[in-house]
């Protein structure tokens, strides 16, 4: 059974530019969620998508969005890039049934903001 | 504010010996404390988890231990081995209301290295 997988794994650009990341979440599961790594805040949650809505949002601006299709894929985007965007954007895909999240990440896609 | 407290931040454990990680969170709306271990280069990976109803979980080598009256879990990792250096997160979750989410908060990281 394929993982969740993360497009591209690696990506340098520049303040105000913008990036698209893809997810494409483990077959069958129909959440996705984004986090964002870096070393001083640790992983902090993005957002959720179920049924190419988003259901659940944590405290990062509008410069973040994110859509889901309806084969799960996720993307999500980052506008006018800053340098405190540098960071790992991991995707995570659960089967979101009524019990606790279960979370599978993917291998993340490492930003640089130059 | 950071809802769940990890530490320490590093750990270094002779191979054999214990390896001792601990939260402590303030919500108590959290009803779901799983753990992570993310090895360089990876994503996380769920280790183990456990709810509030029980005090003790134990999968092979790792145990979580959970009290919740003083709001704190830990982790052990019983004969440590030199494969088990990575990063550890501890992380409480708990429903987004009404809209059937749920969200991982995650402790900061314990860096665990376990020498020969």
């Known amino acids: 059974k394929a993982g969740v997988t993360q497009t591209p794994r690696y990506l340098i650009k520049t303040r105000g530019q913008q990036v698209t990341l893809s997810c494409s979440p483990i077959?069958?599961?129909?959440?996705v969620s984004w986090y964002q790594q870096t070393p001083g805040q640790g992983l902090q949650f993005l957002f959720e998508?179920?049924?190419?809505?988003?259901?659940n949002k944590g405290n990062f601006p509008g410069r973040f969005s994110g859509r889901q299709f309806s084969n799960s894929r996720s993307e999500m985007n980052v506008s006018t890039l800053e340098l405190g965007d540098s960071a790992l954007y991991l995707c995570?895909?659960?089967?979101?049934?009524?019990?606790?999240?279960?979370?599978?990440f993917g291998a993340g896609s490492r930003l640089t903001v130059l | 504010q950071q809802q769940v407290k990890q530490s320490p931040q590093s750990l270094i454990v002779q191979k054999g010996g214990i390896s001792i990680i601990n939260c402590a969170y303030e919500?108590?709306?959290?009803?779901?404390f799983p753990w992570y271990q993310q090895f360089p280069g990876k994503g996380p990976a769920l280790l183990i988890a456990?709810?509030?109803?029980?005090s003790e979980k134990k999968e092979g080598r790792f145990t979580i231990s959970f009290n919740k009256s003083a709001k704190q879990f830990s982790l052990h990792i019983m004969d440590s081995q030199p494969g088990d250096s990575a990063t550890y997160f501890c992380?409480?979750?708990?429903?987004?209301?009404?809209?059937?989410?749920?969200?991982?908060?995650f402790g900061k990281g314990t860096k665990l290295s376990v020498i020969p």
């Open positions: 456990i709810r509030p109803d029980v």
């Open positions: 998508y179920f049924s190419e809505t988003q259901r």
């Open positions: 919500n108590t709306a959290f009803d779901y």
């Open positions: 992380a409480a979750s708990m429903r987004h209301s009404g809209a059937g989410s749920y969200q991982l908060t």
């Open positions: 077959s069958g599961h129909r959440s």
């Open positions: 995570a895909s659960s089967l979101s049934s009524s019990g606790a999240n279960v979370l599978t």
